[in-house]
């Protein structure tokens, strides 16, 4: 039951909550041990809670989950974690993780908070509305951003890099719809409402115009945002950013993955050296050549 109940909270896609770090990195205070503890703590209990939001979300979807042909292999959907233990836990781990997150620090134990019942939200009913569900999951990434900021009193954060996130956060919904479609073909409106209410073709022009976006609004904070250094170095990340993207587009478009991003990420060892060669750039770049 303890593995199953560890399953279903998805240990690997905490890989998504990485995203409490930025406010740590952009605003120069990476080697900060105090800041640097403060977004540890922040992240774990942030962890916390999106696992106790994927254990809501398999309770919500167990009877649709078993029609899938790789979600059935779910804890829940399976029968290897009941229902009763899983409620349990979902009540149980905010009833833990919200108040230290209060401890930690007000204004982020308010943006967990809201993290919390947005994707209860999503979970129960805004996910069968199309576009508004794509719309929520980027919107979920984006308090995974704020959520740090206030961990590290963050002054030099450009409010860029919130446009930026956004916009990455699209482009992997709308990738990870496309695939859906794909996977379940005839079978998709059975497992998520909202499929019944796109396609490919429209998936397709919504992925090229985010994709557009995302990459002219990262070149724009590069050379515009407050706070970078005055020599616009910043600009030498660009081509990490273009391939990574580029990279991203070649797996769901010709490989057929998309399904889940943070498979991809650990699994595609082009784009995880991508992402580290980025962040080793944006780390030169911060740190010893402003």
Not at 64 to 87: E, F, N, T, V
Request: aromatic share 10%.
């Amino acid at each position: 039951m303890v593995i199953g109940l560890i399953k279903t909270m998805r240990p690997k896609q905490w890989v998504k909550n990485i995203f409490i770090f930025a406010p740590l990195v952009f605003d120069v205070k990476l080697f900060n041990l105090h800041y640097l503890s403060q977004t540890l703590a922040g992240f774990v209990l942030l962890c916390l809670v999106s696992g106790a939001v994927y254990v809501i979300n398999d309770l919500a979807d167990v009877e649709k989950d078993r029609q899938h042909p790789k979600k059935c292999d779910r804890p829940l959907a399976s029968g290897q974690l009941g229902a009763s233990a899983a409620i349990m836990a979902a009540i149980t781990i905010p009833l833990i993780a919200l108040p230290l997150g209060f401890l930690l620090n007000l204004t982020f134990g308010v943006i967990l908070v809201g993290y919390l019942l947005l994707q209860i939200a999503y979970s129960f009913w805004l996910k069968n509305i199309v576009i508004i569900d794509v719309m929520l999951i980027a919107a979920g990434f984006l308090l995974r951003v704020a959520a740090g900021v206030p961990l590290v009193e963050a002054k030099r954060f450009s409010p860029w890099l919130y446009v930026c996130m956004t916009l990455l956060a699209l482009l992997i919904g709308f990738g990870k719809r496309r695939h859906e479609l794909v996977l379940l073909k005839e079978n998709a409106n059975m497992h998520r409402q909202s499929l019944r209410e796109y396609n490919l073709s429209l998936l397709d022009h919504v992925i090229s115009i985010v994709t557009a976006s995302t990459l002219l609004a990262y070149a724009l904070y590069t050379f515009s945002a407050e706070g970078l250094p005055p020599n616009h170095t910043m600009m030498l990340t660009i081509p990490f950013v273009l391939y990574g993207i580029f990279r991203y587009l070649y797996l769901i478009h010709v490989k057929g993955v998309g399904g889940a991003p943070e498979e991809i990420v650990l699994s595609d060892r082009p784009l995880q050296a991508t992402v580290v060669l980025w962040g080793l750039s944006v780390v030169m770049v911060m740190y010893f050549l402003g």
